[in-house]
């Protein structure tokens, strides 16, 4: 039996995000936010530099609306990230926070379909309800 490619990609993240989580939660029990942020993005500063140099003819023909977006989604990324790194620092447990907040596909569907013009069918949104479900049971103690 053939996995499909998006299935074996969402596994992978899954599994890095996992340890993601608890090692964001460790470094932010001994570092401030800000040093958190700096030694954890650098590796994601030297991974462009690497996509840049490689796809670089791609990477300059986007011009225009596509790369205000794609700015805009690493803005919203990085300050949301920064939040959960304050969140960490400021006491949260990370079976809690990394939880809380990864409800943030329930917006993204829900904005989808305002924004976007997306489907939401009936499955899917039981879907939701037992992934917040999920969520709230892993978040309390």
């Known amino acids: 039996m053939e996995v499909e490619k998006w299935l074996l990609?969402?596994?992978?993240?899954?599994?890095?995000?996992?340890?993601?989580?608890?090692?964001?939660?460790?470094?932010?029990?001994?570092?401030?936010?800000?040093?958190?942020?700096?030694?954890?993005?650098?590796?994601?500063?030297?991974?462009?530099?690497?996509?840049?140099i490689t796809y670089r003819d791609d990477v300059n023909q986007i011009q225009?609306?596509?790369?205000?977006?794609?700015?805009?989604?690493?803005?919203?990324?990085?300050?949301?990230?920064?939040?959960?790194?304050?969140?960490?620092?400021?006491?949260g447990r990370a079976s809690v926070v990394i939880p809380l907040t990864s409800l943030y596909p329930l917006l993204t569907a829900l904005l989808s379909v305002y924004l976007l013009g997306e489907s939401v069918g009936f499955k899917k949104w039981i879907g939701i309800l037992l992934a917040v479900v999920a969520i709230i049971l892993l978040s309390t103690e």
Not at 15 to 35: N, P, T
Not at 64 to 90: D, H, N, Q, R
């Open 64 to 91: 225009g609306s596509p790369a205000a977006i794609a700015f805009l989604s690493g803005v919203a990324g990085t300050l949301g990230y920064i939040f959960l790194v304050k969140s960490l620092e400021a006491g």
């Open 9 to 52: 990609y969402s596994m992978g993240t899954l599994l890095l995000w996992g340890f993601w989580g608890v090692l964001l939660k460790k470094a932010s029990s001994s570092l401030e936010w800000y040093q958190v942020y700096v030694y954890a993005n650098t590796a994601i500063v030297l991974f462009v530099v690497l996509i840049a």
